[in-house]
């Protein structure tokens, strides 16, 4: 029988799943953070405080090994950014694959700081306070972040949707 614990563990399993692959796009990357934060929170969790919810304290382990993950690729070059796209079985209309595909494309070219609040905001839909503790930064902090990203995938995406318009016109 599972213990409360274990099950709020599980329970963050879809959530890890989903915030990994809009932080990193391969699939194969982001499997390997999930199973990585899934590990750490498991050796650590007698650290958690039993303050707020664990996927909040879980999104956090994420955060971390993520951040370690980009400063240590900074010394390697990129293969390349953005380039794979997500699977998408319950879309079969080529379109909206192929805004799906833009929009992936251009929330991965956000500086990673910018992707991970509009992520933990705007697809987790923590609160602003929730977001900060996970991030250890002030609450001001998300609110510049989130506008920044925001106002970035609007401008990107506006001159992704025109050349839409274009291709779809010929």
Known sequence: MRSQNETEI????PHLRRY???LVSAREQAEDLVQDTLERAWRKYSMWQKRGEVRVWMFGI???LFIDRVRSQRARPEDSVGDELPEVSD???QFDRLELRDLDRVLQRLPPDL???LLLVGVEEL???NV???LGVPIGTVMSRLSRARERMRAELDGCTLVSKIQRVK
Do not use: F, K, T
């Open 10 to 13: 599980v329970a963050s399993i």
């Open 20 to 22: 990994a692959r809009g």
């Open 62 to 64: 994420m955060h971390n």
């Open 132 to 134: 900060a503790d996970v």
């Open 115 to 117: 992707r991970e609040v």
């Open 127 to 129: 609160s602003y306070q």
């Open 91 to 93: 879309r079969p209309r």
